[in-house]
């Protein structure tokens, strides 16, 4: 998967957990939680969406590596390849 | 026989919108089942039924604006139903409110003109018509009531939490405490108990939280209730109102019905499910009136402490402030730990500080011990 490929993916799952965030506020190099007023649930809940897509589990030690778009792709493209 | 009508769901409501039925006349129902969803100021909230029995008549079409206690449908008791079927089944036709009947309370429109009629500021009486539905071109062709630009309305949402909250603030003489509580221990027993858990099965803060919290109010339950009539109150049941924020504004703390009986993951899959369904506005009527006390978490909004105001005819409110690295003393050393402000806001009239105090040690106890909360 590109890493295009997993930008979508993450971008799909936020919209589809939080319907009421536009597109254009995901700012890649903003926390997500904070600047969209994702609590710990709706966090929680894209992570497992995310799990189910990309076969990728986050375990909570690695949130701080998550914690924004662009963070969170690489972590992803990185735990992909390998 | 007896009246399916549409309940009340908040003082502050007076109508709500019949928006769908999920039983057809004829049809069998039981105690606590959805069988109809309106639509109010908090969103769509699914009606449950409180008798078993037949659905002998529907009297209301979907769509139609009703008031508090018009009768929706007729239900059957099933004791109605053995034997003289015939004779007892059809009620005399007084006996049943007919559309004609109750045409002033009952207007027939679309969502979409409702919603345009309202920012036009035209009255829907206006164009219903011998009992026809209002349709959106009728709304938008009609001449607005204000001539000049009307000031933009407040959401029915805001104005519930107005009147609710001006009521607590006159009425309700509030006493304020708070806590500090190490949750270091908390948190890290928490921690090792996901690693151990796949992602789906993972549990949150919150939900220990409110497991501590349930089991704090069953050794202090004269918080847990209400204060009616110059009386206190105490509720059987825990069904703590969790405060949800809507992130399109607004607030909702519908209930986590019978939190008192559930365990720790039965705690974390009842919050879950129930954000899930505030948020997508699907509550059901019990979830918006049963409130036995309130629990707010700020924490996720970085305050310390928050001193709440409590939900007549509730007695407290319980408030969480965010987790913070802080300097925490320990015998003689001086350390570092995660410490949450917790507040508790009393009804004086129910309560003294002295329960208060008892609720908030008794939590800070059980929070040093997590695993006891499982």
Known sequence: MTKEQIKTAIIEQILEIA??????????????????????????KILTALNEVLGVEVPEADYAK????EHMMEYFMQRMES | MSQFVMPSLGADMESAVLMEWHVKEGDHVTKGQVIAEVETSKGVIEIEVFEEGIVEK??????????????????????????KIETVISPAPSDIPTEEATDDERIKASPAARRRAKEMGIDLF???????????????????????????QMG????????????????????????SINMTPALHWLEELNTKRSIKERLLPAALLIRAITKALEEVPELNGFW???????????????????????????????AGKMNLDQTMQALDDLITRTRSGKLRNTEITQQTITITNLGDLGVESVYGVIYPPQVAIVGLGRIMDTPWAEGDALCVRKVMQA????????????????????????????????
Not at chain 1, 66 to 69: H, Q
Not at chain 2, 136 to 152: N, R, T
Not at chain 2, 349 to 360: E, H, Q, S, V, Y
């Open chain 2, 58 to 83: 529907i009297l209301v079409e979907p769509e139609t604006e009703c008031t508090v206690g018009t009768t929706l449908a007729i239900i059957r008791t099933e004791g109605e139903q053995e034997g």
């Open chain 1, 66 to 69: 998550v914690d924004t778009l």
């Open chain 1, 19 to 44: 319907p009421d965030i536009n597109e254009a506020d995901i700012i890649p190099d903003k926390n997500i939680q904070r600047s969209l007023e994702i609590d710990s649930f709706d966090f929680l």
């Open chain 2, 228 to 258: 009616k009539d110059d009386a206190p109150q105490i509720s059987e049941d825990i069904n703590p109102g969790i405060a949800i924020a809507l992130r399109k504004g607004g607030l909702i703390t519908p209930a986590l019905l019978d």
């Open chain 2, 156 to 179: 029915g949402m805001r104005q519930a939490i107005a009147k609710a909250m001006s009521r607590s603030n006159a009425e309700i003489p509030h006493y304020y405490l708070s806590a």
């Open chain 2, 343 to 374: 507040t508790l806001a009393g009804d004086h009239r129910a309560t003294d500080g002295r329960i208060g105090a008892k609720f908030l040690e008794k939590l800070n106890d059980l929070l040093q011990h997590p695993e006891e909360l499982l």
């Open chain 2, 126 to 152: 206006s164009l219903a018509a011998q009992g026809e539905a209002v349709h959106l071109s009728q709304v938008e062709s009609a001449e607005p009531i204000i001539s000049e630009p009307s000031v933009p």
